[in-house]
């Protein structure tokens, strides 16, 4: 179902000095495939996180706050998919303390210095006994070259694994970044996607990090929406081994600052598209350009509610140029707008002009632009300079049936 | 597809003194049925109405808002299917203010003292030709007692007419309530749904008119949501003839003056209830209750959350308690709520207890009580004393249907 998506070439994301990767499968449903991920850290890898906003997040999120708060020093990462371990009180929180300590106990590092991850169904307790007999077997393979199968192991209602790499050059010293996510439904990140992890060997002081992990999901996570439907689990984690033998990014006038900062937001930016297309029951990627808004908040807002309306998506699944459902989802974001100012295009094609249907166009144009897979919406509001993308996909028959479906 | 919705049965929708009701065929759409319905009121009727936030309001809902501010006195309402008059400028303007006039000629009246909806497909202008030529038919037809047959005509995606009735003592003297809605999609009613008229013979003065029409909105419509689209034509206006031989109601000691309340209340309940029923491919109606809240929008949030996410709409769909959707939609309507004080009953079965899965409950309770077409959700905050009650319907591959062929 996915939307032009192709699982990664193994040989196109590269490894990332520092950081190993192995797997295990603990059955936790009923699926014969890997569904842990163990990632070591090397001494001396900076970490920051962003995580759900939603009040029912999950007994792990709650522990990765607690463990990155401590600043021990991170050695590890574990991922189970298929169970969320969430709302699931003092039982799930010792469960994801038991998996950091098993992990400990593997590695020879403290509980504390583990970050815990779980993705899959809500208010049911984790099997940590599954996990724990698991992990023996995933230390056993961990290995560097392996981000791809990595990218496989944390999916759920995902299709298509994700992951992206690219390499950068800082003062002459080239540098890796890597990332995996996974998706695809109960998905309108806030501050984070479900799972996403984002490594390089690049050398970055903590301070750069934390602000940069809030700059990155802000450019591309946070960007993108399935259902509108903030999971409990969203975690993103930007992982920094500063293997790489260059000087420390300390700040903006640090060389290699900028581009480095532009490949991380274009590799979490890839992964972002890589969920919408992936969405649950996708068959169009639907990119969402707003400008001229008054601020960037007005901007997001708009773009969020073109994709989240339902009206829309479902028009968009049938290909149908409803120019009515557009103009209600802006008129519905920004109440006290001058419709007046707004202008909407389909592709190139021109299809508002001021608040009305534009002079120039055709149904048959409509039908045109709406017919291909990836479909570009651009709204002016002519309101100020702020603007934004959202990435989104449609809403077809397979998403009702995925998500009627899920638990069966 | 309704669910449990039967169309009226003409006996049971009394009369209004004072208000007749006609019909025609405009064929503004390629409908061989009436889709103008004529409203003319009395002299000396008091009107009130509350109209869409969105930015892209109506053609018509402009004019609404324009005529009632005037307080000429309005004699006649107009009402069209097929076509929403919506993002059409001032030519859309001027067509709504030409069926007034084309209304005035042919009852007397000004072009002020006539409010006008339309309903339908968004920026297309509006025939104003075939409903002019439609008026004379529906004058020739003008009958007191025909609200049924309005019921339908108003109709665009409902599949059932909505029509309810009540009678009331004031006083000794027996007064009508009886009032028409249509829905089904692009249905989230801010301030109003989109087309409600309910009208008594009831005295009543202006002011108390004006402060029941929002309270009855918001006991009502403003608590049914369908897909979380606020249309641009949501329009509710309450109409009051004065026929009645009861004393004005001019404050909260006149006689009559709760009971009355209650009535309207009642009669636009029970019309909201029936848009959800009839919400577009139906097959369940939600009953969200929502308690313990801080205060009546948080109340309101809350219930909106869990009425508008797809994830919760397919699960009932698929009759299948996936109760971890549930607190996924609290938890992101209240970001700040102390989870452990939530608790949840899906009919009458306890299956979210503060903050965790019941420890009583099972996968056959919850089976047997998602198995109905009429499913009722109750949350327990633990924060205040605020409560709501919010009707929504499931999600099904129908809506999907129904929405992606809308226009074809």
């Given at each position: 179902m996915a939307v032009n998506l192709l699982p990664p070439d193994p040989a196109a994301v590269f490894p990332v000095a520092g950081i190993e990767l192995g797997f295990a499968k603990?059955?936790?449903?009923?699926?014969?495939?890997?569904d842990v991920m163990l990632m070591r850290l090397a001494p001396g890898t900076r970490v920051a996180g962003v995580f759900t906003q939603?009040?029912?997040?999950?007994a792990p999120v709650q522990v990765c706050r607690e463990h990155l708060k401590r600043g021990d020093g991170i050695r590890a990462l574990v991922v189970n998919a298929g169970?969320?371990?969430?709302?699931?009180?003092e039982q799930g929180l010792a469960a994801a303390r038991d998996t950091c300590r098993a992990v400990g106990e593997l590695l020879q590092?403290?509980?504390?210095?583990v970050l815990p991850f779980s993705t899959g169904v809500i208010l049911e307790h984790l099997p940590v006994d599954k996990i724990r007999g698991a992990l023996p077997a995933a230390v056993g393979e961990?290995?560097?070259?392996?981000w791809a199968t990595a990218a496989a192991a944390i999916?759920?209602?995902?299709t298509v694994a994700k992951a992206v790499s690219e390499r950068v050059e800082i003062d002459g010293v080239t540098v890796t970044v890597t990332g995996i996510a996974k998706g695809?439904?109960?998905?309108?990140?806030?501050?984070?996607?479900m799972l996403a992890y984002l490594a390089t060997d690049a050398k970055i002081a903590q301070p750069v990090l934390d602000r940069w992990v809030k700059e990155v999901a802000d450019a591309s996570?946070?960007?993108?929406?399935?259902?509108g439907d903030t999971s409990t689990n969203d975690s993103f984690v930007l992982l920094a081994?500063?293997?790489?033998?260059?000087?420390?990014?300390?700040?903006?006038?640090?060389?290699g600052h900028d581009r480095l900062r532009a490949a991380l937001i274009a590799v979490a930016q890839e992964l972002a598209i890589k969920i919408a297309r992936d969405?649950?029951?996708?068959t169009k990627l639907i990119t969402i350009e707003v400008e001229g808004a008054k601020d960037a908040d007005e901007a997001h807002r708009v773009g969020k509610f073109i994709a989240h309306s339902p009206l829309v998506k479902t028009a968009f699944f049938a290909s149908d140029p409803n120019l009515g459902r557009l103009i209600m989802a802006v008129g519905n974001a920004v109440p006290?707008?001058?419709?007046?100012g707004v202008s909407i295009w389909l592709g190139d094609v021109l299809v508002v002009d001021r608040g009305g249907?534009?002079?120039?166009?055709?149904e048959d144009q409509g039908a045109a632009v709406m017919k291909p897979e990836e479909i570009s919406v651009k709204v002016m509001?002519?309101?100020?300079?702020a603007r934004t993308t959202v990435w989104t996909c449609d809403y077809s028959y397979d998403y009702v049936k995925i998500n009627a479906e899920y638990r069966t």
């Open positions: 603990a059955r936790i449903k009923k699926w014969d495939r890997h939603n009040a029912f997040a999950a169970n969320a371990n969430c709302g699931t009180g590092c403290a509980p504390e210095q961990l290995k560097e070259n392996a999916m759920t209602t995902d695809v439904g109960m998905l309108q990140p806030n501050m984070a996607t996570f946070n960007r993108v929406t399935i259902d081994t500063g293997k790489g033998a260059h000087a420390e990014i300390r700040d903006e006038s640090s060389p969405g649950e029951g996708a006290e707008l001058n419709t007046a249907r534009a002079a120039s166009y055709t509001l002519s309101r100020g300079n």
